[in-house]
């Protein structure tokens, strides 16, 4: 099985969501992929955030109560088919740190764009998934729609493996 790692800050909001969303989506090929995600300077067992457990719930009815965040490792690196990152800097941050997954790490947008622009290409402005912590709900349900766009095109290039 091909494992797919989200990958945000804290691990308690984009990526959190963005594993949710994917999980529930995969449905009819859950068993070809392993989803995940992780933080780049995420503490080790904290839960999602307050307003990302909300909307999840409210709008997919998804339940992230028994999520904890995880920081991003070697053997996580080791083991990803596909490490999605929710802006340019985290892409870059996890290159610097483990070069050998520059070919395997590309922003959520990047990897999901029509246009196909994949590889590092320097920053590509709007790529980027812009973090809700600590703004009103309104602010988590646009990251939750924006995220949910994104997977859902995800889903599709991956059907086509």
């Not at 989200?6 to 009819?28: D, P």
């Not at 904890?68 to 490792?73: E, G, P």
């Not at 870059?92 to 070919?103: C, F, H, T, V, W």
Request: aromatic content about 8%.
């Amino acid at each position: 099985m091909k494992k797919i790692i989200f990958v945000c800050t804290g691990n308690t909001c984009r990526s959190a969501m963005a594993e949710a969303l994917m999980k529930k989506a995969i449905g009819n090929f859950e068993n070809r992929y392993i989803v995940s995600s992780a933080g780049v300077s995420a503490g080790y067992g904290v839960p999602a955030s307050e307003n990302s457990s909300l909307v999840m719930k409210k709008d997919w009815n998804i339940d992230l109560s028994s999520h904890r965040s995880s920081a991003l490792n070697t053997d996580e690196i080791e083991k990803a088919y596909l490490i999605l990152t929710m802006t340019y800097n985290h892409k870059e941050l996890i290159i610097s740190r483990y070069p050998q997954a520059l070919d395997k790490t590309f922003t959520l947008k990047e990897y999901t764009s029509e246009d196909g622009i994949n590889g590092l290409n320097g920053h590509i402005f709007g790529y980027d998934i812009s973090d809700p912590y600590g703004m009103p709900v309104p602010v988590y349900t646009q990251c939750a729609n924006e995220i949910k766009e994104c997977i859902d095109k995800l889903v599709k290039k991956l059907e086509k493996e």
